[in-house]
């Protein structure tokens, strides 16, 4: 098993611009979760999918991030305009049963200048 | 709400020297309890799991955890830690209200020869 793919690994980005990432969960895997790693505030979690339905998306911190589950096996976390601010690692990670284990990619480190 | 308290932002031990990581958590009834490693650029790796039963935990690399109700506690232990140990060690709970994770703020491990 290849485990849970997030691409890209590193993105470099000026302010204003609009920023994709991109996660393909583990096979057969039926939630999708998407969190955020900065040094100030740790992980948190911004949303989370079961079959391809956001459940919870509470930890979105604004309208500028949006994201989209259009298939089982594709996820994307869209930034737009980005902001100084949103730098962070951006982490996917997916489980079978929400309260089973979760496994996570590799995460997206993404700079916006 | 679930929160997870690690203690210790910075922890240095001598290689082949015992290692307790600690983790007390907030919550209102039994909790799913985690334990990830994180290492530098990478993601999240599973160590062990508390869902319920023997409150003593073994994981993965030789490590184990012991949950304690009456603290609140799940620490981390390992009886000889390895330079290969080095790395950021994050406790997580079961949100009861979902299934995603709480993170701890991490504490970071430093083995010295």
């Known amino acids: ?10 993105e470099v980005t000026e302010m204003g611009q609009e920023v994709t990432l991109r996660c393909k969960p583990i096979s057969g895997h039926d939630y999708l979760f998407w969190y955020r790693q900065t040094m ?17 998306d509470s930890g979105m911190p604004e309208d500028r991030f949006s994201a989209k589950m259009p ?3 594709f996820s994307t976390l869209k930034i737009q305009p980005s902001e100084p601010r949103d730098s962070a690692v951006y982490f996917c990670a997916s489980s079978f049963g929400g309260k089973n284990i ?3 990619g590799a995460g997206t480190r993404l700079s916006v200048l | 709400a679930q929160s997870v308290t690690q203690p210790d932002i910075h922890i240095t ?7 307790e990581l600690r983790c007390n958590y907030s919550y209102g009834a039994t909790p799913y309890l985690f334990w990830y490693v994180q290492s530098p650029g990478q993601g999240l790796q599973l160590l ?7 409150t003593l935990v073994q994981g993965i690399k030789g490590f184990e955890a012991e949950f304690k109700r009456s603290q609140s506690s799940f620490n981390l232990r390992k009886p000889s830690v ?3 140990d080095a790395a950021e060690y994050f406790c997580a709970v079961g949100r009861n209200s979902g299934y995603a994770l709480n993170f701890g703020k991490g504490t970071s491990l430093l083995v010295t020869p």
């Open chain 1, 1 to 10: 098993d290849a485990g849970v793919i997030q691409s890209p690994r590193h």
């Open chain 2, 48 to 54: 062990l799991k508390y869902f319920s039963g023997d």
């Open chain 1, 71 to 73: 298939n089982a096996s």
């Open chain 1, 40 to 56: 100030m505030r740790g992980l948190e979690l911004l949303i989370y999918f079961n079959n391809n339905v956001p459940i919870d």
């Open chain 1, 102 to 104: 979760q496994y996570f």
């Open chain 2, 13 to 19: 031990v001598s290689e082949g020297a015992s290692l």
């Open chain 2, 82 to 84: 390895h330079w290969s």
